[in-house]
């Protein structure tokens, strides 16, 4: 039997999903799994709490999706057959299990207890020698540098199913294992995962076997860039290095992937490169994707800079942006190394407290201690990086009217221009433009398009009902926009609605195109239909 009080859930669940993903949302989807737990509405509570570990991902916060992990779990515990029914819901809480504790791997805002409790968790349900545990439980103790442990699980993890739905994507497992090997000094060993091997250091075979993984070739290029440079295949490196770092120099999601370019510029004689880098990278280590990849960032950083002074260009002058209290200063390179080192080193000790090692600590000093693995290359020998024919790296050509690219504000930013109509670029990179009775902002949420339709007209407040009706009904007949209403606070009703469109697997400027017409369109529609509200309620 439905009861009010679910109804009143149900409905503030479908409210709260048609919001902007911010803060704000997340709140209230935390809110409302709250009252389900307090009221025994475990449905409701897991429909939230999947809403908010969503959310969390589309953020790019993915250590906050442990706590509502958790609590799934606990719900699941207190009503064990809760998901009979639904295994595709039971697979989607495990992924996201998996993707919990791997965040945790990146911060000390997480206990150990906690991590190994959600692990073992995976292990009484798929087994102790399933794939994905042993893939956990093998970078678990890699990250606490029990190395005898972590090749154990090694061994299971790599005799397990590829496969397995709850183990992540099967086509970067192999850039997965590259990396623990290559951190435990076995540089033939990780291109071997790779499935380079010998002599066959080539670019194209980092790409076999994972034609539906967005993230390759370039996340195995990555992978493979300090192998190559330490088995002495220089040049396979530097091309590598440009063909990968085209595309992660712009990806939200690729951050992590930043510190091994910046070590094989480091490490390969490439130090003005490798300033350009760091340079253009430094603003995004005020907003890393989590602590661990902040804390590999600055000790490659560090390295760069120590390296480059002794090189000579210790005075070198870098522009570092303020953020928080810190102004925005011209740093030199002396200068700049130095606050990366204690940026790592601090970050690397905040892990080890968490650890009950020093792990982390030892680590990062290693790579503060590298030497260049390649002889010295002169500023002439550097346009080796511009071997590859189709662009500079610095100045990457756009993308082809079919090629699927990364989003980014400059294809938005073209997509409108070539629709000819006036539009205006806010100081935060939205791009709001007025199409009839509609205001429209389009921004560019890290992989996410997000197009948000205001009407011009506005409804007092006494007629809230009406307003909250018209919605209901324009989201039961209509695909798009998702209507909603916002109270700003004076009086009146700001009648709203959003389109959201995830495209983490790249856009193709054609399609792009058809995206925001759709967006215009639509959100004209809407704003028709909010202006054609008679005059009042009864009039």
């Known amino acids: ?141 890699d990250h606490l540098g029990d190395e005898p442990a972590a090749r154990r699980a090694y061994e299971r993890w790599t005799a397990g199913d590829a496969a397995d739905p709850v183990g992540g994507c099967a086509g970067c497992a192999p850039a997965r294992r590259a990396e623990l090997l290559t951190g435990w000094g076995e540089p033939e060993a990780a291109l071997a995962a790779l499935g380079q091997h010998g002599q066959h250091h080539g670019e194209r075979d980092a790409a076999d076997g994972t034609p539906d993984c967005t993230d390759q070739p370039e996340r195995s290029l990555a992978a493979g860039l300090l192998p190559w440079l330490r088995t002495g295949a220089v040049v396979r490196a530097a091309r590598a290095h440009v063909r990968a770092y085209r595309r992660h120099r712009r990806e939200r999601a690729a951050f992590p992937l930043l510190a091994t370019h910046l070590r094989f510029c480091a490490l390969g004689g490439y130090p003005h490169r490798g300033l350009e880098v760091l340079t253009e990278q430094l603003p995004r280590l005020d907003r890393p994707a989590d602590d661990l990849s902040a804390m590999e960032f600055a000790a490659a950083g560090a390295l760069l800079c120590g390296l480059a002074a002794e090189a000579g260009l210790g005075g070198r002058r870098i522009h570092r942006p303020g953020h928080g209290s810190r102004p925005a200063a011209e740093v030199d390179v002396a200068t700049l190394g130095a606050q990366l080192q204690a940026l790592a080193t601090a970050l690397a000790g905040s892990f080890d407290a968490r650890n009950g090692t020093g792990h982390q600590s030892g680590r990062i000093a290693s790579w503060l201690a590298e030497r260049p693995l390649a002889g010295p290359v002169s500023l002439a020998a550097e346009s080796e990086f511009d071997d590859e024919p189709d662009a500079d790296p610095a100045d990457p050509a756009p993308p082809g009217p079919e090629e699927p690219a990364p989003l980014d504000a400059a294809l938005l930013t073209a997509a409108l221009a070539a629709r000819g109509e006036a539009y205006t670029a806010e100081p935060d990179g939205t791009l709001v433009g007025r199409w009839g009775e509609a205001t429209i902002q389009f921004r560019v949420l890290g992989e996410v398009l997000h197009a948000r339709v205001v009407a011009a007209r506005t409804l007092p407040a006494d007629r809230r009902a009406e307003a909250y009706a018209f919605c209901n009904a324009w989201n039961h007949d209509r695909l798009l926009p998702a209507a909603y209403v916002h109270e700003p606070g004076d009086g009146t009703l700001v009648l709203a609605a959003g389109v959201t469109t995830d495209l983490s697997c790249g856009v193709a400027p054609t399609q792009l195109a058809v995206l925001v017409a759709a967006a215009v369109r639509t959100g004209t529609a809407y704003a028709d239909a909010v202006a054609a509200l008679r005059a009042t309620p009864n009039g």
């Open 1 to 141: 039997m439905t009861t009010a009080r679910d109804r009143a859930l149900a409905a503030a669940l479908a409210d709260a999903r048609d919001r902007p993903d911010d803060e704000e949302r997340c709140a209230e989807l935390d809110r409302i799994a709250a009252r389900a737990d307090a009221t025994d509405d475990p449905r409701t509570a897991l429909s939230a709490r999947f809403a908010l570990i969503e959310a969390y991902l589309h953020r790019g916060e993915r250590w906050r999706t442990v706590e509502p992990v958790r609590r799934l779990r606990a719900t699941l515990a207190r009503h064990p057959g809760l998901l009979d029914a639904h295994p595709d819901e039971l697979t989607r809480l495990r992924r996201h299990q998996r993707q919990a504790v791997e965040a945790a791997f990146g911060t000390p805002r997480v206990g150990l207890d906690q991590i190994r409790s959600l692990t073992d968790t995976l292990a009484d349900e798929l087994g102790p020698d399933a794939a994905p545990v042993a893939e956990l439980r093998c970078r678990l103790a």
